[in-house]
């Protein structure tokens, strides 16, 4: 059975930083491709990084460039997201999320992932 557990959320104040952390069992580990998702209230779960099997290559969306750091540990079999910069609109429900790679579709889909965690709630106050 494959489990994605998110850790790491909390509050925290604008310009602050938190590390999400997601630690996956049940699956090769570093035979997947992790991203991490997020989900404001009354709005759809949107993209925000992705990084490939080994690390080597890493993928943003443009309101975080800059700001927030995917990495991984496959000998740990987690991945971060270290999140810096921290605005009001980054308060979220963030999910991490494991897929097939290479895939050739693309990555900032939903449907480009098969498993997904239970998500940690990061909230920004101004």
């Known amino acids: 059975q494959v489990r994605l557990v998110e850790s790491g959320g909390g509050l925290v104040q604008a310009g602050g930083s938190l590390r999400l952390s997601c630690a996956a069992s049940?699956?090769?580990?570093?035979?997947?491709?992790m991203g991490w998702f997020r989900q404001a209230p009354g709005k759809e779960r949107e993209f925000v990084a992705r990084?490939?099997?080994?690390?080597?290559?890493?993928y943003y969306a443009d309101s975080v460039k800059g700001r927030f750091a995917i990495s991984r540990d496959n000998a740990k079999n987690t991945v971060y997201l270290q999140t810096n910069s921290l605005k009001p609109e980054d308060t979220a429900v963030y999910y991490c999320?494991?897929?097939?790679?290479?895939?050739?579709?693309?990555?900032?889909?939903?449907?480009?992932?098969?498993?997904w965690g239970q998500g940690t709630q990061v909230t920004v106050s101004s």
């Open positions: 999320a494991a897929g097939p790679s290479p895939y050739s579709g693309t990555y900032r889909f939903e449907r480009a992932y098969n498993y």
């Open positions: 049940g699956l090769t580990f570093s035979s997947y491709a």
């Open positions: 990084i490939t099997t080994s690390g080597g290559t890493t």
